[in-house]
């Protein structure tokens, strides 16, 4: 049996004050309930929504982290650094770091071998552009992306592993993949995953959507056999929205 995992990618949104306020209102709702659920805030603001959410089940994950250990890196956090303020969790290969920053699936792959030996936790963001499915490479691009990405990496450090399928279309954009759309996605990689690392890794994996995920299509989305959470940009900066994409994991 998978847990629902909901995770708030914040992007370069809301200020050290706001998002503590924000995981506090959180964290009150959250308080008993069984799913896992993980907020990703901008590093500087990463110490006051840890405080703010102490106490509480939620995860706080860092958006990026670099692949070296430390030096002259200017701009650049370290897993050393996340690791000495208590975060564990990070996202690598969002789209946006793929497409404004030029981070490519060896990039990534370094990224996530890194992390991994570090000790941490990975939510590993994979998907294609439009272009790519409406030319009918879908499966070509998410197997190059995860066979890529997941060089390297063993069995047992899949369970460190969160894969999330975010079709490029889809983020930011109001546009959501059907939910048949995102669950035969999802199976397609799950079956990869399980040409790659056998039965027992694939059913254990957990697959998250990301892409214009709000209130109205969560549960429609997380309803499907393999879709085991949400990946939330927009609408995860405010309770009102991101409460009840959480709860929809509940029911
Ligand atoms: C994301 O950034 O991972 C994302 C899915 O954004 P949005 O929910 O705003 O589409």
Known sequence: MRKPYIAGN??????????????????????GKDVKVMVAPSFVSIPAVLQAAKGSNI??????????ANGA???????????????????????????????????????????????MNIVLCIGETLQERQSGKLEEV?????????????????????????????????????ADDADSAHAFV????????????????????GGSVKPSNAKELLGREN????????ASLTADKFLPIVESALE
């Open 10 to 31: 914040w992007k370069m949104n809301l200020t050290p004050t706001q998002g503590a306020a924000l995981v506090k209102e959180l964290a009150a709702a959250l308080q």
């Open 59 to 68: 995860i706080v994950a860092a958006q990026n982290v670099s692949d070296k």
């Open 73 to 119: 890196y200017t701009g650049e956090v370290s897993c050393e650094q996340l690791l000495d303020l208590g975060i564990r969790d990070v996202i690598i290969g969002h789209s946006e770091r793929r497409s404004y920053y030029g981070e490519d699936d060896e990039w990534i792959n370094k990224k996530v071998l890194f992390a991994l030996s570090q000790g």
């Open 142 to 178: 998410l197997s190059r992306q995860v066979k890529v990405a997941l060089t390297g990496v063993s069995a047992a450090d899949m369970k460190r592993i969160t894969l999330a399928y975010e079709p490029v279309w889809a983020i930011g954009t109001g546009v959501t993949a059907t």
């Open 190 to 209: 799950r079956g990869l995953v399980e040409s790659l690392y056998g039965k027992e890794v694939a059913e254990n994996l957990i697959i998250q959507y």
């Open 227 to 234: 879709i085991d959470g949400a990946l939330v940009g927009g």
